[in-house]
């Protein structure tokens, strides 16, 4: 009797419950979600301002930097620099299309995969790149002494060490752009 009678007021208050519980999640899936996409893009938008000013003080070293690359080596990590903030772009305009409320799981899934395929050879090819300049750096300066050398070379393997935490970090967002809808 007992068990009927809390079967019965449950089947009337569960109506009003269920569209307050649907809501509720609703309204936390998409705060999740535009957090994960918008921080991705500031994120993205960090990185492309970071990479920019780095390119501005390369392309304008010969200008006010006691120490004189050759044009040649500038030329070529400008070249370096410029494809990343391409890449970036394209990425950041990529992202800014998703939409997370409108497209469905498998379309932003791939988006995000593809993303995360360019992100990776972006890395790849700006850091095969890049190593070999930055190591050549000390053999093209004949002035640069022993300590000269280990600073440039601990500068690089500290730079590629901050860009592999940094890499791993906006992985770690597309993943969360992908699973927004779990958290």
Same mark, same amino acid.
């Given at each position: 009797?007992?068990?009927? $009678?809390?079967?019965?007021?449950?089947?009337?208050?569960?109506?009003?419950? $269920?569209?307050?519980?649907? $809501?509720? +999640?609703?309204?936390?899936?998409?705060?999740?979600?535009?957090?994960?996409?918008?921080?991705?893009?500031?994120?993205?938008?960090?990185?492309? +301002?970071?990479?920019?000013?780095?390119?501005?003080?390369?392309?304008?070293?010969?200008?006010?930097?006691?120490?004189?690359?050759?044009?040649?080596?500038?030329?070529?990590?400008?070249?370096?620099?410029?494809?990343? +903030?391409?890449?970036?772009?394209?990425?950041?305009? +990529?992202?800014?299309?998703?939409?997370?409320?409108? $497209?469905?799981?498998?379309?932003?899934?791939?988006?995000?995969?593809?993303?995360?395929?360019?992100?990776?050879?972006?890395?790849?090819?700006?850091?095969?790149?890049?190593?070999?300049?930055?190591?050549?750096?000390?053999?093209?300066l004949p002035?640069?002494?022993?300590?000269?050398?280990?600073?440039?070379?601990?500068?690089?393997?500290?730079?590629?060490?901050?860009?592999?935490v940094?890499?791993?970090?906006?992985?770690?967002?597309?993943?969360?752009?992908?699973?927004?809808?779990?958290?």
């Open positions: 009797m007992e068990l009927e $009678d809390i079967k019965s007021k449950w089947q009337s208050v569960k109506p009003l419950i $269920d569209p307050q519980l649907n $809501d509720e +999640i609703v309204k936390r899936s998409i705060s999740k979600g535009t957090d994960a996409k918008s921080r991705l893009l500031k994120r993205s938008l960090w990185s492309q +301002i970071f990479v920019s000013g780095c390119l501005m003080l390369l392309a304008t070293s010969r200008i006010w930097a006691p120490v004189k690359y050759p044009y040649w080596w500038l030329i070529l990590f400008c070249i370096i620099l410029l494809f990343t +903030i391409l890449c970036s772009l394209r990425g950041y305009n +990529i992202v800014k299309k998703i939409n997370l409320w409108e $497209d469905s799981n498998t379309k932003i899934m791939a988006t995000v995969v593809s993303l995360q395929k360019q992100y990776r050879n972006m890395e790849l090819i700006t850091c095969i790149a890049a190593l070999p300049l930055l190591l050549w750096i000390p053999f093209m002035s640069v002494k022993t300590w000269g050398i280990f600073f440039c070379w601990s500068f690089t393997l500290l730079a590629f060490i901050f860009e592999y940094w890499y791993k970090s906006n992985v770690k967002q597309l993943n969360n752009l992908i699973n927004w809808e779990n958290e």
